[in-house]
């Protein structure tokens, strides 16, 4: 089928620029001996995981345990979840899929890490475990050092777990649009996550893995001494969050709408608004230049453009804001080469929150 004639609003993936933006990551990574475990929150689509591991990706962090589930029953064997998984639900679930595949979950408590060996042992399986530290950014985690080391004490002596290692995520120095400032910060955060590797190995216990990083930090992460694994995940789209100094992977994801009103000579209404963006801070931007989102409510997006508005019917395509939140509002991906639809992938981990 021709572009034109996949019906708005719907969610367009360049399939050159994917594969492009995916080659560039896997290469990077494997030349800078650092391995790559993709974040999938940003795709939830087993396809994408498939050709990122293609690529030399070693398996995929998730976000939450569903996401995790879809991804083991697609054939993905190694999984890290970068994210507490508490309640006697939700550990009987992750102790079933570790059956299956190779999972790994972050810890920061040690009452949790005691039920999870319960299940584990109740289920006759193996948690991987990972503790999460926080590096800076007062999310989820212990704070570096002495604590982590108490915990992984604790963990090595619980059955039914085997400690894997640690993680840690800059979450909070992504946005620095200068490399010239983002260099040190970062440096600075990782340090964190190094120093308390290099604790636990001076306590006799062993890393796998220690990981960490977003798509804007990767080439700080990847090639920081004592980092082995980075979890950047949204390099496969991009969006206008993404666009700062120093990254060159191209927009590979978009949102395709139908003009459906005109408001007058520079003003345009587009079947496409919060419900299908996200509702988040700034406005998704225009592929076609001289055209600006003004304002956004449910179902409709206001447009203000320089010249004479679009036609009625005339369709636009928009770069989301951030693409996993809008990602997470549709059931499939059409992919697109040289304007026609190669195929169409169902976003499997769609509304995978549980
Ligand atoms: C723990 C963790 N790791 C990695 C990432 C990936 O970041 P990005 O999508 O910017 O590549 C995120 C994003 O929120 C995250 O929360």
Not at 223 to 234: D, P
């Amino acid at each position: 089928m021709d572009i034109s004639e996949i019906d708005t609003p719907a969610l367009i993936i360049d399939l050159d620029a994917l594969e492009a933006n995916i080659e560039k990551m896997g290469r990077f990574c494997h030349e800078n001996d650092c391995n790559l475990r993709p974040h999938i929150k940003v795709h939830k689509t087993p396809a994408i995981a498939h050709k990122q591991i293609q690529a030399g990706a070693i398996g995929v962090t998730c976000a939450k345990l569903g996401e995790a589930e879809v991804m083991a029953f697609s054939g993905i064997r190694q999984i890290l979840i970068a994210n507490q998984i508490v309640g006697p639900i939700k550990l009987q679930r992750l102790a079933g899929v570790t059956r299956h595949a190779d999972v790994s979950v972050a810890f920061d408590d040690p009452q949790v890490a005691e039920a999870a060996s319960r299940e584990a042992l109740r289920q006759d399986t193996t948690i991987g475990a990972a503790i999460e530290v926080d590096i800076g950014m007062g999310r989820g985690g212990l704070q570096p050092g002495a604590d982590v080391v108490a915990l992984a004490k604790k963990i090595t002596k619980l059955e039914g777990l085997e400690f894997k290692g640690i993680m840690g995520y800059e979450g909070h120095l992504q946005q620095i649009d200068k490399m010239a400032d983002r260099v040190p910060q970062v440096t600075a955060s990782l340090k964190l996550l190094t120093s308390t590797a290099k604790m636990l190995k001076e306590n006799g216990i062993a890393t796998e893995f220690v990981s960490c990083g977003g798509t804007n930090t990767y080439n700080i992460s990847a090639t920081f001494e004592g980092i082995t694994e980075i979890q950047a995940g949204s390099y496969v789209f991009m969006d206008v969050e993404h666009d700062i100094e120093g990254l060159d992977f191209q927009h590979s994801l978009s949102v395709m709408s139908t003009v459906t009103s005109r408001g007058g000579e520079h003003r345009a209404l587009i079947d496409a608004g919060i419900k299908c963006f996200g509702a988040e801070p700034i406005f998704p931007r225009s592929v076609r230049k001289g055209i600006e989102v003004v304002s956004l409510s449910e179902e409709h997006g206001w447009l203000k453009t320089d010249g004479s508005a679009p036609a009625v019917g005339e369709r636009l395509q928009f770069y989301p804001y951030y693409s996993p939140t809008a990602v997470n509002l549709y059931d499939k991906f059409y992919c697109v080469r040289k304007g026609r639809v190669e195929v169409q992938w169902d976003i499997l981990g769609r509304g995978k929150s549980q």
